[in-house]
């Protein structure tokens, strides 16, 4: 059987442009994710937490803000234990190091439920989301 002149070669080409084209695809893919992981990771470091610390409610951001922390919300799987508090006036958070509500500033707070009745509010170390606003830093 007599091959082709140049076959070889030929051959030789089309694995490299394949070789080079698998690379493109797996480089471009693993920038796409690095991009995307980033941005994930940005977001965790500008994002608000509450959580309990004794009987001490803390309000902290992995970043410095500012924040205005305007509310305090209550989520649950069943419909009627969602709600939402009202923070008056709202706490701002100017550095990473946040603040904080006591216990008897907690227990002060008015809850409402997703329909706006008022509802008791939830327990002391109740897992709840501090809603807020980043501001603007003027420079």
């Given amino acids: 059987m007599n091959a082709l002149p140049g076959t070889d070669r030929n051959v030789r080409r089309l694995g490299i442009c394949l070789a080079i084209q698998a690379a ?3 480089f471009g893919l693993l920038a796409l ?12 470091f500008r994002v608000v937490r509450a959580f309990w610390k004794g009987d001490t409610l803390y309000i902290r951001s992995a970043s410095d803000g500012p924040y ?10 069943d419909e009627g234990n969602k709600s939402t ?3 008056s006036p709202p706490l701002h958070v100017i550095d990473s190091l946040g603040t904080r509500i006591e216990k008897a500033e907690y227990i002060r707070l008015t809850w409402r439920s997703i329909t706006s009745e ?3 509010g939830p327990g ?5 989301v ?5 501001l603007n830093r003027s420079r």
Avoid: E, F, N
Wanted: glycine share 2%; with cysteine; charged share 5%.
């Fill in 24 to 26: 493109v695809i797996v």
């Fill in 33 to 44: 994710w690095m991009y995307w992981m980033t941005l994930r990771a940005q977001d965790g």
């Fill in 68 to 77: 205005m922390v305007t509310a305090l919300a209550h989520y649950s799987s």
């Fill in 85 to 87: 508090a009202t923070i």
């Fill in 118 to 120: 008022k509802v008791p």
């Fill in 124 to 128: 002391l170390h109740s897992q709840l």
């Fill in 130 to 134: 501090a809603l807020y606003c980043p």
